[in-house]
């Protein structure tokens, strides 16, 4: 498809397009064939991890997703309380891919000048304590995304464009859609199902088999699983922290006027505890008293603290790029400690197992890999609720395969739990047998599961409404039973305790016709689900994505 770049580029530049597309054509031609120009096709296709039309394979796509995903929720902080995705940045990140990706299809267009105008006239974050747009702080977010993150304001036009763009998608997909008397009907069946079963639990703390590890057997599974001991790729990092707490002392005071106006937009956060709300779920008012106005002076006070400190740390980046400071030049801790900064070296860690750090979130701290990569050593502002942090490449330390003699401790390790875990669901099967041969010569399943050393739980007519939450867990003992037959043994599933063998005695259904829903009730569920918003579509959307691309990345791991 034409994108917009291209089209610009036919209507102004239309010889440089000729000479790109005279490029692709001898690209084209060289790699139809059996080896591609740069390299082979397995190799290609190892480097894309399609992602709704984003590569998630590269670093650099996979830092600008988070990048404008993380403005976006400072943009939007409701929507933490709309979408559990909100809080994880990489999974947000991902469903407003997924989201743009419907957007395109669908012909969603960028919003014209008034509607995006329209636009960001509704949102809180431009809102007034009285709930009204302020064009004074529409400047001011604009300034502190400018000098804080150094994100121009065009940026930030732009992610509120796609925001809009989300924003119709989770309009078109929200809402009840069709509910139907007969779904209702198999739903409150399913609901007044009666379940009679019995659950025994199989121990594995008290399962200890001989397993036969010595150095020749171990040697034989090293050779065979040596990819499950290769030491991977890990990132060096130096972690330049600005404290809020370090510039408490230098930022002014709130005045009378910006404590009563802070106040009075965090109202509920600042509701006394004992304050109780009535019948209809509405709290009393309540006025500012000396407690309270303490507390607000503080979240002021912090929330400059932590401003100043992004801008020391833009501060230290900007003095690093304009004086060409080099990475290992003592200018870059003295720069650092002039600007009440502390430069700590983070532990050396791989991808996807970043360690823990005050002042910045695995996440971010995971996000530095793109620094391998990049033309600077130094990061871009990293706020937090305690400050901020800019981060040093000091290089990588390259994956290697141990030697043998190296990780044989780990290798006697997973081969032992290994070979315990085949064990245990071999005897996890014996015990199923002789459960299910007793069952059909029509003797009890819990006493001969007692007899054969289990602990038995048996539950009589049973809902699912009213099912203790450890039966309720997802792939737990409820769950198995549901999928059974009246008088089968399930396999042997495993759990925190070791395993457990379920066993379904009988189920009672009601009958259909006595579980239809009347109009009315129709009417009620058909309103109350139509308020419902069209982020749960679009996070399922793009889980389904990630977990396809993790079978696939699964199935090529396996292949080699």
Known sequence: ??????????????????????????????????????????NARARIKDFYGYNLASEGTKSYLETVARISLQLNPELRMQTPSAYDLEAYSHSRAAALSIAKSLGIVEPDDAQ??????????????????????????????????????????????????????RALLGGAGFVSPEVIALQRQSAGTKWT????????????????????????????????????????????????????????QPTDAEVEAAFQRGKARYRPADLKADAEGKYPDFAMDGAIRARVVQDIVQARAVQMAAQKADEFTMVLWREEVPADSPRVTELATSLKAQVTALPAFAKGAPPASPDARPSDIDSQWTLAASERYFSDVVSSPGGASVFLYMGTIPSRMPSFDEVKGEVLSTYQDEKKNELFAARGEELRCKLQAAVKAGRSFEDTAKALG???????????????????????????????????????????????????????????DTVQAAPDEVAALHANAAIQDGWGVVDALSARRQSELEKIEHGEKKAE
């Open 1 to 42: 498809m034409i994108t917009w770049i291209q089209i610009r580029v036919q209507k102004h530049l239309k010889l440089l397009f000729a000479s790109l597309l005279v490029v692709m054509v001898v690209t084209f031609v060289l790699t139809i064939g059996n080896q591609s120009f740069f390299g082979s096709h397995d």
């Open 116 to 169: 995006l105008r329209a636009h960001v006239k509704t949102m809180v974050l431009f809102q007034d304590e009285k709930g009204v747009f302020s064009a004074q702080r529409y400047k001011m977010i604009m300034d502190a995304f400018r000098t804080g993150m150094r994100v121009p304001e065009s940026t930030v036009l732009s992610v509120l464009s796609d925001d809009w763009r989300i924003a119709q998608v």
């Open 197 to 252: 079963f019995a659950v025994a639990q199989v121990p594995s703390g008290t399962f200890s088999p001989k397993i036969d590890s010595d150095d020749a057997t171990l040697l034989s599974y090293y050779e065979a699983n040596k990819a499950r001991f290769q030491i991977p790729e890990k990132l060096l990092l130096k972690q330049v922290r600005f404290p809020a707490v370090a510039f408490v002392a230098d930022v002014a």
């Open 454 to 512: 289990l602990t038995v739980s048996a539950y009589s007519d049973l809902k699912l409404d009213a099912a203790p939450a450890e039966l309720m867990i997802p792939g737990g003992p409820l769950e198995i039973v549901t999928r059974l037959e009246d008088g089968a043994v399930a396999p042997m599933q495993l759990n925190e305790k070791g395993g457990f063998i379920a066993y379904l005695t009988k189920r009672d259904i009601p009958a259909f």
